[in-house]
């Protein structure tokens, strides 16, 4: 009989849960530091209400500031790139279509399927059965059915998979393009996904099946495509391909962190099974299907989430650069220097959060209005994370089902690492 393990086999990276020990005492150092990194001037926000301005200053007075290889991986016409009333508009079409309702409804039914099927194959392995690479599977599927109408298990979903396992690489690597290196063959990779994705194009515009707006592609095709200008086809795959980036290992780190606490706290999930079932007989007696909402619904399930979103800390800051002398509670921010908004720090500090270190859901009871400056897992200001529904809704449906249909195999997880002291 399998067993289940939430982290990874050697194949995929370990759950970035890790104590920031320095970055959540920096306030010993005082909160915003200055120091250099590879002789670049850098400025080190580990202060809530210093992070604050800089989020909603972006564009103005602070710009997305990323390291070379992550430019050229997401390319020059990427989101990250983008400026002004430009980058408004684009924020604004993905922001609105990550978060309709049709897409959301479908997400569901899509996920329940993918979910069931995976439950049926768990049981009858033999295998260790590791769960950030099997939600990882799940995630990235339901992600190319968002954006591109890709069936899972399909030529071209396992080719897309193929060939971005090998883009992935060249996020964080020496910003060499030469052949052999890493982001040569990452940059190929996202060539060969692009003359797919221009296909498809093709096809859609032909046939006029992107009128329907379904997917991702039909969206920007009908936003954005010129018959008698291939640079917005290009534009186009660009926008589809890096969507999968951010897209594509947080949801799943989280899905994961959130079973290891679980397991780890039993309390917790004492009570958030309970949360689980009482919805499923709800929906059972009343001989209803379940709808996305149902599960954004279940108030314990929301804070164990947003606790888990404290404490994993998936983007751990965001990098910006001054684009004039800026003064923020009497920090000068200088024009030209970068500053790295730290938001593990703001998560993990005593000042913000009582026992900063201790998974405690109940500390979100009550909490309607979540404080925009001290929980910040989605970035905020005009950059605020366009997927958040989406990824919410995601997270919750997978723990509902996970906890009420997977329940009886919870005693075949296994962990690692165990609980740390
Ligand atoms: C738990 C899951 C996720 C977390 C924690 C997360 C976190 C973030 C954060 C912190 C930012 C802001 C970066 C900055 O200010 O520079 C961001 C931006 C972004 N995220 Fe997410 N994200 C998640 C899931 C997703 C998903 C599922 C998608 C799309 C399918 C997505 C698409 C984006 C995009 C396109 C941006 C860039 C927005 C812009 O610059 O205007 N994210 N995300």
């Not at 009858?124 to 769960?131: F, L, R, T």
């Not at 599977?137 to 399909?154: A, R, Y």
């Not at 980036?245 to 290891?260: E, H, Q």
């Not at 709808?291 to 947003?306: A, G, K, R």
């Amino acid at each position: 009989m399998a067993t289940l393990a939430p982290s990874y086999d050697s194949t995929s990276r370990p759950p970035s849960f890790y104590r920031p020990w320095f970055l959540a005492n920096s306030s010993r150092f005082g909160k915003v530091f200055r120091t250099h990194i590879l002789g670049k001037p850098i400025i080190i926000s580990t202060d809530a209400e210093v992070n604050k301005v800089v989020l909603q200053n972006a564009d103005r007075a602070f710009v997305p500031s990323y390291p070379k290889s992550v430019i050229e991986v997401m390319g020059r016409t990427s989101i990250l790139q983008m400026r002004g009333d430009y980058h408004k508009r684009v924020h604004g079409i993905v922001s609105k279509f990550l978060k309709s309702t049709p897409l959301l409804e479908r997400v569901q039914d899509d996920m329940l399927k993918a979910m069931n099927l995976a439950f049926s194959t768990w049981k009858h392995s033999n295998k260790k059965i590791y769960i950030q690479d099997e939600t990882n599977k799940i995630t990235f599927e339901l992600l190319l059915q968002i954006l591109l109408g890709t069936d899972p298990g399909s030529q071209e979903t396992d080719f897309l998979t193929k060939e971005f396992m090998e883009l992935i690489k060249g996020i964080i690597c020496i910003p060499v393009i030469f052949p052999g290196t890493t982001l040569y063959k990452s940059l190929k990779a996202k060539e060969r996904m692009a003359n797919l994705i221009t296909e498809m194009i093709r096809d859609k515009v032909e046939s006029g099946a992107y009128k329907a707006l379904q997917y991702f592609i039909d969206v920007l095709i009908d936003e954005f495509y010129d018959a008698k200008d291939q640079a917005t086809s290009d534009l186009i795959c660009n926008m589809i391909i890096e969507m999968m980036i951010p897209g594509s290992d947080s949801v799943p780190m989280i899905m994961t962190l959130a079973i290891k606490h679980l397991g780890d706290y039993p309390d917790t999930l004492k009570q958030i099974l309970e949360e689980n079932m009482e919805l499923k007989r709800r929906k059972e007696e009343a001989g209803e299907s379940y709808e996305w909402s149902d599960y954004l619904s279940l108030s314990f399930t929301q804070n164990v989430i947003n606790e888990t979103l404290r404490m994993a800390n998936i983007v751990n800051s965001v990098w910006r650069k001054a684009e004039k002398d800026v003064e923020i509670k009497g920090h000068l921010i200088p024009e030209g220097w970068s500053i790295a908004a730290s938001f593990s720090s703001v998560h993990f500090d005593e000042e913000n959060y009582e026992n900063p270190f201790e998974f405690s859901p109940s500390r979100w009871d009550n909490k309607g209005g979540i404080n925009q400056s001290t929980f910040t897992p989605f970035g905020g200001g005009q950059r605020l994370c366009p997927g958040y529904v989406l990824a919410k809704v995601e997270i919750s449906i997978f723990l509902h089902h996970f906890l009420t249909s997977f329940r009886d195999n919870l005693k075949r997880l296994s962990w690692w690492p165990s609980k740390r002291n």
